[in-house]
């Protein structure tokens, strides 16, 4: 019972003094990511945001254990990010739906299951309950191929949650889609991990996007990679198509957006200078 | 079959049925009228009549040559898929192995055929089988470690954040991706199956094959038998490449409907 209590008032994601570099030693050698401090409480929406380069997706990379760090620890619900993923501790979801083309729609979601070693009747009950989370349920035997680009994205979000994770992490998942169905995504998401109350970690580099999904939207720059301001975007948890129009909501875009500018005109400055 | 589709299908196969039937009879044509000899050029119509007249020898030589590009084929395909996989997970195998199976592959290579029929009794088909597998082998070898090398980045990164073993990736994802690259081998292949299986009756053997058989009536008077004996070969080749396409069809029919649409 303690051991219950200690686990659900742990933070869900902390990053520790991490630093990330590539190709160490060698002439093109990569700062990826500088002295990284995160922590993400449990249920958060944390939305990470920056230029091409500043190591966003590094960093979700190394939440996830695709990548090790070169220092620091990653933690995730008190475990190393390492267990955390063979334990299939998170899921996750890519700017590429990712989806498997010789599996239906059903047997996609099932795939994570299948190597979590779940029966079938199981696995196959929980590929429709998701499918009716994300709203396509009579989608179950298509093959992706007969989905539209949303649709597929819905698909890989329902495979990412299948094993009902507590920690979602998603890499520009809308990037490939059009303006309407990436707002209709974005509601859609929140809904979602609203009822499941599930902490997400979402690399972006739409502004608007990354303020109207987070709690907090980290900003991170380029050249090393760092993290140099973090916005509380403060505007509740209950978010609708009005709240993209709410003057809140055009203050904390803006705050992101200066917060933005200001690493691009240290960027330049530092240009000049460097010259 | 609505008349749209009717109409698609009338565009796709009327164009080289009128263009091969102009062919033959344009050929008719000009030897008949510029009274060419039948042991240079037989007409069309004499090679038909032999082909129907001695149909059943024909067949019986098309089935002799057939089965040894087919053994071959099916044999080659296998070997050259299995050792891809293998050589695909020890990477250094695989450089290895790559640049020396184009290299023997480059090779005139029936000349092996020689070889072998020192090795094997006269009446054997064996030789031939083994030097068709031999050159199927390297052709969808090079095929299948191209499509193992080819995989999706985000499909691969997804299976490793669901932890899941070599192994698995390997049946559940990187094998299915490598299909269509091995059908696009065996396509190529099937074809080559059969004119190695026919070359290689050159080289001594039993003389009861189409290549053996279109080698003796060719140089002799009877020269629409020859070309007949060449069109069963034909005939088969063509079998071969449309069993090679139903099977495609059959094993990956996720490419088939990608493609489609």
């Known amino acids: 019972m303690e051991n219950t209590m200690t686990e659900t008032s742990q933070a869900a994601v902390v990053v520790r003094d991490v630093n990330k570099i590539f190709n160490q030693g060698k002439p093109n050698q990569v700062d990826a990511l500088v002295g990284i401090d995160l922590d993400v409480q449990p249920g958060e929406f944390i939305s990470l945001i920056g ?16 990548l090790e760090p070169t220092s620091g620890t990653v933690t995730i619900h008190g475990k190393t990010a390492h267990q955390a993923r063979v334990d299939q501790d998170y899921g996750m979801a890519f700017q590429q739906s990712g989806l498997f083309e010789w599996r239906s729609v059903e047997r996609n979601i099932e795939l994570p299951l299948e190597l979590k070693g779940w029966d079938k009747t199981k696995r196959r009950e929980r590929a429709q309950e998701m499918l009716e989370l994300v709203k396509l349920p009579e989608f179950a035997k298509h093959m ?8 597929q994205q819905r698909i890989a979000i329902a495979r990412a949650l299948a094993s009902h994770p507590k920690l979602l992490l998603m890499d520009e998942p809308f990037g490939a889609l ?9 509601a859609e998401l929140l809904r979602i991990c609203a009822a499941a109350g599930t902490t997400v970690v979402f690399v972006t580099h739409s502004i608007p996007e990354a303020v109207y999904l987070a709690d907090r939207v980290v900003v991170m720059s380029p050249r090393p990679g760092r993290i140099t301001d973090i916005v509380n975007v403060g505007l509740g948890r209950d978010r609708n198509e009005l ?6 909501f055009f203050a904390r875009v803006t705050e992101v957006r200066e917060a933005l500018r200001g690493i691009e005109m240290a960027d330049q400055a530092r240009g000049i200078e460097d010259r | 079959m609505n008349a749209a589709r009717l109409r698609n299908l009338a565009a796709t196969v009327l164009p080289p049925l009128v263009l091969g039937v102009l062919f033959l009879v344009a050929w008719q044509a000009w030897v008949v009228v510029s009274d060419v000899q039948p042991f240079v050029i037989p007409r069309p119509s004499a090679i038909w009549q032999a082909f129907v007249d001695d149909f059943d020898l024909v067949l019986k030589a098309s089935i002799v040559t057939g089965m040894n590009a087919l053994m071959g084929l099916v044999l080659g395909s296998l070997f050259g898929f299995v050792i891809a996989v293998l050589t695909n997970r020890f990477a250094f195998v695989s450089e290895l192995v790559n640049p020396l199976a184009i290299t023997i592959a480059a090779i ?5 055929v020689g070889v072998l029929n020192n090795m094997y009794s006269l009446d054997s088909q064996i030789p031939r089988r083994i030097m068709v597998t031999i050159s199927v082998f390297f052709v969808v070898f ?3 470690a191209k499509g193992l090398r080819q995989n999706d980045a985000t499909q691969m990164e997804l299976m490793r954040s669901y932890a899941a073993s070599p192994f698995d990736t390997l049946k559940k994802v990187r094998l299915p991706n490598t299909m269509p690259f091995f ?8 074809p080559l199956a059969l004119i190695i299986a026919l070359v290689s009756e050159y080289f001594g053997g039993t003389q009861n094959g189409l290549g053996s058989k279109i080698s003796g009536t060719l140089n002799s008077a009877n020269k629409a038998l020859g070309f007949a004996y060449v069109l069963g070969g034909a005939i088969v080749g063509l079998l071969f490449f449309a069993g090679s396409n139903l099977l495609e069809y059959l094993v990956v029919p996720w ?3 990608a493609r489609s649409k």
């Open chain 1, 178 to 186: 059009d303006e309407m169905t990436r707002e209709h995504m974005q």
């Open chain 2, 108 to 112: 005139p290579a029936v000349v092996i």
């Open chain 2, 142 to 144: 090079v095929q299948v």
């Open chain 2, 255 to 257: 490419r088939r409907r």
């Open chain 1, 51 to 66: 230029p091409s380069g500043c190591g966003k997706s590094t960093l979700l990379r190394l939440v996830a254990d695709l």
């Open chain 1, 243 to 248: 709240t993209r129009e709410a003057g809140d």
């Open chain 1, 144 to 151: 992706p191929w007969q989905l539209s680009g949303g649709m």
């Open chain 2, 183 to 190: 059908f696009t081998g065996v396509r190529t292949a099937a």
